[in-house]
């Protein structure tokens, strides 16, 4: 089951295309001031639970043989601190000096100062922190730790005790709300269950073939598309926040990926490799394009400049360029050496006999 599902890397750019595309309409009205991309708003966020729901399935197939093997907690956790930690420190760095020296220059635009200890720890905070897309890393440590006991555990129990871990969150989520605990209110958002999900179709792939592949592919872009269409303007008009979130968008998403697996794993049907490309890289891209997005528009946003449609136009264009090209390029001068580095310490190294044992004697 360790293998690499050519379609989930395909998945993975298209959640982190979707998330820069929100991101480049951010950027467009606070240097532009005259966005053409406000349709992204909803729908790029929902970049985010398509990440959710890869990560669980992921975790589940990576790990398929390890289940209940000695220390497999701890040396699943340990692999995916040294995955996520590394390249997010290297962008961390520059920001916190940054704010160190100029504050007004990081996160400008947000009332709630970041914390800068809870920002390099991954833990939850009132605003955003001083990488803002880091707040989503923050749910993702909590499932590696919740997943990590779950591996050591029979494979057999994975599905059951996900699933118990999933309701009780909903359950204590819906006690600790009234409290207004950050830590509580982080830690049972049911945008937790996404993960669960994820597990869920990992699971089905390793023991069976996905059942009804192009219906659930069919039902998951027309379950996106109603949640654009109700769930968003229900959601803000009753202030529900995110506790539909992980049915009204996550379960599409959900049936949405599966199709998309399915395709790979019963019709050989893949995505081209340029998109492929930027699925390897999508971590690098999650990570840097904001704050490479922010300083192309420092240098030459400006509405005076850009009232011209074509101008305006020519200027996200370019900057959607540079920011993928700079990502890919990151991806491979730092975040993949990274990779191989950490990878080399972390293997178990071949145990050396002496040379009696080696010759038989």
């Given at each position: ?14 959640a ?30 929902w ?32 692999r ?7 390249p ?84 204590a ?8 605990n ?25 023991t ?52 998309v ?10 995505f ?25 528009g ?25 920011v ?10 730092v975040?993949?050496p ?24």
């Open positions: 089951m360790k293998q690499r599902f050519v379609n989930v890397q395909g998945l993975r750019a298209l982190a295309l979707l998330v820069l595309g929100l991101h480049v309409n951010v950027l467009e009205i606070r240097f532009t001031g005259n966005p053409f991309l406000n349709a992204f708003s909803p729908i790029g966020n970049g985010v639970d398509l990440f959710f729901v890869i990560s669980g399935f992921v975790m589940i197939t990576s790990t398929w043989n390890d289940f209940g093997t000695p220390a497999i907690s701890w040396r699943f956790f340990l995916r601190l040294t995955r996520i930690y590394p997010y420190l290297v962008i961390l760095f520059p920001i916190a000096l940054l704010y160190i020296v100029a504050p007004t220059m990081v996160n400008d635009a947000q009332a709630i100062k970041p914390n800068v200890i809870a920002s390099f720890l991954m833990l939850p905070q009132a605003g955003f922190g001083l990488l803002v897309v880091g707040w989503t890393l923050v749910y993702e440590m909590f499932f590696y730790v919740v997943f990590a006991l779950v591996l050591a555990a029979n494979r057999r129990f994975c599905l059951p005790l996900m699933a118990l871990w999933g309701v009780l969150t909903l359950i989520g819906a006690i600790v709300r009234p409290m207004h950050l830590y509580f209110a982080t830690y049972t958002d049911s945008i937790m269950l996404e993960f669960i999900f994820g597990v869920g179709i990992g699971y089905v792939v390793a069976r073939r996905i059942p009804l592949v192009l219906p659930c592919l069919v039902l998951g872009i027309a379950g996106l598309v109603a949640a654009d269409l109700w769930y968003v303007p229900f959601n803000a008009a009753h202030g529900l926040g995110g506790t539909l979130r992980f049915l009204c968008i996550g379960g599409p998403m959900t049936l949405f990926f599966a199709g697996v399915g395709l790979e794993t019963q019709y050989a049907r893949t081209p490799g340029w998109l492929i490309v930027i699925g390897n890289a999508s971590y690098s891209l999650y990570l840097w394009h904001l704050p490479l997005g922010v300083f192309f420092r240098l030459t946003g400006h509405p005076a400049l850009l009232r011209n449609p074509v101008a305006h136009a020519a200027w996200l264009v370019l900057l959607t360029a540079l993928l090209g700079a990502s890919i390029l990151l991806y491979n001068l975040e993949r990274l990779l191989k580095y950490f990878s080399g310490k972390l293997e178990p190294r071949p145990l050396k006999l002496p040379a009696r044992a080696v010759t038989g004697q």
